[in-house]
């Protein structure tokens, strides 16, 4: 048996060089292109979907830890207890923005620092799937 | 469509052409571009007083289901095109607005056919014929005179404030992006913490207005139809605002619209826009507003990309461009990150 990548690799193959071109109507050739397109995408996800999932459970607890440090008990509860990590990162954010002023520049800085730190790592792990090769 | 639509065209307009005779269609073609609207184009063949008439049209139909959701307003497209008829701003003239959706299975307008192509920048061809246009020189001049068009505009009196008027100050970009987090609020399937932080930061720093003026929302090559290297008319009006001029050039200044192009838009050099367009405006263009308004067009564009991807995962629209471009949420995402520093 072929590996799902390899069979997707041939898909793509098929579509990009034999259906596509052979299709007349403006529409289902975008149709049979696009196809194409998203299954290159799709094989990427299927190879490292698991890797990504790991690093990104890794990345938002480091984040909280430091957070619980740099905050120093300051974030509320609504912030704290939310289980969805990603959930409660977005929270988190809104509450650093609507409490800039109390916080004061300093302590606004660093936790938005460490925060887009830990978006930068969340960004670089999706872009392993969606970024383009080059 | 199926043929029997072409049918229900033609009784149509014989509705609207109580003179015609013997009406048939020709080159009728569903286009491949227009994710909110479906788009057909056509010639319309009659005879009318022992005269053989020939006219082309575009009709613009609402699938129900668009990109926009319920941003988009195909009334408020018909009526701002309306308006625009007797403006300077190259626009196609528009015929009729239909409202009752049992005809063609939603609302549609029918407006001419402007004679020339949309061509589309992304393309190997179209960045071929923009980069040749470029050099001939009489494109980029036109691209230019077309946008000072619509920012010249008096727009009071060209009844255009229908659409909204933002306050002063900040309310217009506070505005935008309360629309587009709207959008975002409705097709939003999992947290995204990115966006949140280039929401909250383009709510925080939001510029103030120094002029309103007619926005098109959306200025760029491939909106835009051209014949013998001139603009024959600006298309797609959806995401039209009065606001801040800074909005359309910041457009205009992004890298979004040329995808490794040196030239803005695919079409003009950075210097000889920027010169032009004060010239032609008498504005002065503020970089750190089109800089904001860069990033918000990043915002737009992911909430552009979560509701296609999200129409297509919830079964409302099955075209494949839709769910592509859920791998372009992070890339947009990325830009705005990039633009914001990390």
């Known amino acids: 048996m072929l590996f799902a990548h390899r069979l997707l690799e041939e898909v793509v193959t098929s579509l990009r060089n034999v259906i596509a071109p052979a299709i007349a109507e403006p529409y289902p050739k975008s149709q049979a292109y696009m196809a194409a397109?998203?299954?290159?995408?799709?094989?990427?996800?299927?190879?490292?979907?698991?890797?990504?999932?790991?690093?990104?459970?890794?990345?938002?607890?480091?984040?909280?830890?430091?957070?619980?440090?740099?905050?120093?008990?300051k974030a509320p509860d609504v912030v704290v207890g939310t289980t969805d990590q990603e959930a409660r990162l977005c929270r988190l954010i809104e509450w650093l923005y609507?409490?800039?002023?109390?916080?004061?520049?300093?302590?606004?800085?660093?936790?938005?620092?460490?925060?887009?730190a830990a978006l930068r790592q969340l960004l670089d792990q999706e872009l392993k799937i969606a970024g383009t090769k080059e | 469509m199926s043929e029997s639509t072409q049918d229900k065209i033609i009784s149509y307009l014989y509705s609207k052409l109580p003179q015609a005779?013997?009406?048939?269609?020709?080159?009728?073609?569903?286009?491949?571009?227009?994710?909110?609207?479906?788009?057909?184009?056509?010639y319309a063949h009659w005879k009318?007083?022992?005269?053989?008439?020939?006219?082309?049209?575009c009709l613009r139909k609402d699938p129900g289901v668009g990109l926009l959701r319920n941003l988009s307003d195909l009334k408020e497209q018909y009526r701002v095109l309306k308006a625009l008829e007797p403006t300077s701003a190259p626009t196609p003239k528009v015929y009729?607005?239909?409202?009752?959706?049992?005809?063609?299975?939603?609302?549609?307008?029918?407006?001419?056919?402007?004679?020339?192509?949309?061509?589309?920048?992304?393309?190997?061809?179209?960045k071929q014929f923009y980069a040749e246009a470029a050099k001939r020189g009489r494109l980029p001049r036109s691209f230019i005179e077309a946008l000072a068009s619509l920012h010249n505009l008096d727009w009071r009196a060209a009844d255009l404030d229908f659409i909204g008027v933002p306050g002063p100050g900040t309310?217009?970009?506070?505005?935008?992006?309360?629309?587009?987090?709207?959008?975002?609020?409705?097709?939003?399937r999992k947290p995204e913490p990115v966006l949140t932080e280039v929401l909250m930061w383009l709510k925080a720093n939001a510029p103030k207005t120094q002029r309103l003026?007619?926005?098109?929302?959306?200025?760029?090559?491939?909106?835009?139809?051209?014949?013998?290297d001139l603009i024959s008319a600006i298309i797609d009006w959806e995401l039209q605002v009065i606001g801040d001029p800074m909005y359309d050039v910041a457009y205009v200044l992004s890298d979004l619209n040329r995808e490794g192009s040196p030239l803005l838009s695919c079409v003009v050099e950075r210097e000889f826009f920027i010169d032009t367009y004060q010239q032609l405006t008498g504005l002065i263009i503020d970089f750190d507003a089109c800089r904001y308004y860069e990033i918000l067009y990043m915002m737009r564009s992911t909430a552009f990309w979560l509701s296609a991807s999200g129409l297509f995962a919830e079964g409302k629209n099955k075209d494949l461009r839709l769910a592509r471009t859920t791998y372009s949420v992070p890339v947009v995402l990325n830009m705005a990150a990039k633009a914001l520093g990390f």
């Not at chain 1, 397109?37 to 890797?51: A, G, N, P, Y």
């Open chain 2, 48 to 57: 009318e007083a022992g005269h053989e008439v020939t006219q082309g049209f």
């Open chain 2, 21 to 42: 005779k013997d009406l048939s269609l020709s080159q009728f073609v569903q286009t491949a571009v227009g994710w909110s609207h479906e788009i057909y184009v056509f």
């Open chain 1, 37 to 73: 397109v998203i299954l290159e995408f799709v094989s990427h996800q299927v190879e490292e979907r698991q890797d990504l999932n790991d690093e990104k459970t890794h990345t938002l607890n480091d984040l909280f830890h430091d957070l619980s440090s740099l905050l120093a008990g």
């Open chain 1, 98 to 116: 609507t409490e800039k002023d109390r916080l004061g520049p300093e302590a606004f800085t660093a936790a938005n620092q460490r925060v887009r």
């Open chain 2, 213 to 228: 003026a007619f926005v098109h929302g959306a200025y760029r090559t491939g909106n835009l139809m051209i014949k013998d």
């Open chain 2, 171 to 188: 309310e217009f970009a506070l505005r935008e992006v309360a629309k587009w987090e709207s959008l975002i609020q409705q097709s939003l």
């Open chain 2, 96 to 126: 009729w607005y239909e409202e009752d959706p049992t005809l063609l299975g939603g609302p549609f307008f029918i407006m001419e056919k402007v004679e020339g192509e949309a061509t589309n920048p992304w393309s190997k061809v179209g």
